[in-house]
């Protein structure tokens, strides 16, 4: 069982990332996102376009093992939007050990840090627990050329600024 954290700012391909990794496996996968995190229903979708995935919503990381049957077909678990999911350090590592017993790997994917650069606790949990940690960088939104670590937040298509 492995457990990975994918991290960056906003448009920096996670979701593309998570999409790949289920057409390259989709026959043993679960698939999850957060409930507030979906505009579209149930579904994950990359703002750079391509397929769209339906998932299951849940708000809470203890939801994973409601929704795997027993003994399961699955072999990969991933999780869309994990910044938004509620997870307590005792409850997520009885969820990786119990995951661990089933020779589950877990791939969560998410915001690292908020546009004032601060980190979100969940995905912070997640990095601290996690056997690898992934970290990807877009294209900043302002000069187009630099690879951006932080995410951009838009009011009415300008950039908000830190100082407001």
């Keep these: 069982m492995s457990f990975t954290t994918v991290i960056g700012p906003v448009k920096a391909g996670k979701s593309r990332a998570l999409i790949q990794r289920f057409e390259d496996e989709y026959a043993s996968i679960r698939l999850f996102s ?15 376009g391509g397929a769209v995935l339906n998932s299951i919503p849940m708000s809470s990381m203890s939801e994973i093992l409601y929704h795997l049957e ?10 869309d939007e994990v910044q938004f999911i509620n997870a307590e350090p005792t409850i997520l590592q009885y969820i990786l050990a119990e995951l661990g017993s089933r020779d589950i790997d877990l791939v969560v994917y ?16 997640c990095m601290s627990m ?18 951006s670590t932080m995410s951009l937040r838009m009011y009415n298509n300008k950039p908000v600024s830190l100082s407001a």
């Design 110 to 125: 998410g915001l690292d840090m908020d546009y004032k650069g601060m980190p979100f606790a969940t995905t912070a949990l």
């Design 70 to 79: 027993y003994p399961t077909k699955s072999t990969l678990i991933l999780v």
């Design 34 to 48: 957060a409930k507030q995190a979906q505009e579209n229903g149930e579904k994950i979708k990359s703002r750079a």
């Design 130 to 147: 996690a056997d690898n940690v992934v970290k990807v960088h877009g294209t900043c939104d302002v000069c187009r050329l630099t690879p």
